[in-house]
């Protein structure tokens, strides 16, 4: 039985390791085939949702739509790397509490040390609006966790 644990615990610190690889790569294009590679993303997934028509008849979000996906893929990497972490450290049998903050911090050094490495990376520069939205990001899953962490253990209690 604790073989198999401590499998799942290092499956679990892969994926952590494997997220932040996949954010830094995200962040090792350059900035002019970042941004064609969302606008081919972002114009692909409104055609998909047959919003071509909605888009068309706004102007400021047609105009700023590549930059709104932009941000809202920072949100959602970091919800997902902040997901992972408190996952990988509950099964390390931390409590609530320290996993949420390990996992907060865990996070927000990403994301710190990611805007630093873009500043290295031809076309891309740093903005410290962006770590806000990747700590948003990770806020938000950790108080998920903690939510659904909380809901587990009311039903447990029910029974």
Not at 18 to 24: G, K
Not at 139 to 153: Q, Y
Request: glycine share 4%; hydrophobic share 50%.
């Amino acid at each position: 039985m604790k073989k198999s644990r401590n499998v799942s615990v290092y499956a679990a610190w892969i994926a952590v390791i494997a997220m932040i690889i996949i954010i830094l790569g995200f962040s090792s294009q350059n900035g002019g085939d970042s941004v064609s590679a969302s606008e081919r993303i972002v114009d692909r997934i409104i055609s998909f949702l047959n919003l071509d028509n909605f888009f068309a008849k706004n102007e400021v979000l047609m105009e700023n739509r590549n930059y709104i996906f932009r941000k809202t893929m920072h949100f959602t990497e970091y919800f997902i790397l902040a997901m992972l972490a408190f996952n990988v450290l509950r099964f390390a049998s931390l409590s609530k509490t320290k996993s949420s903050i390990l996992a907060m911090l865990i996070t927000c050094l990403t994301a710190v040390a990611d805007e630093l490495y873009q500043m290295t990376v031809p076309g891309r520069n740093s903005q410290i609006l962006d770590v806000f939205i990747d700590t948003a990001g990770a806020l938000a899953a950790v108080l998920t966790c903690l939510l659904v962490f909380r809901k587990k253990m009311d039903k447990r209690t029910d029974v």
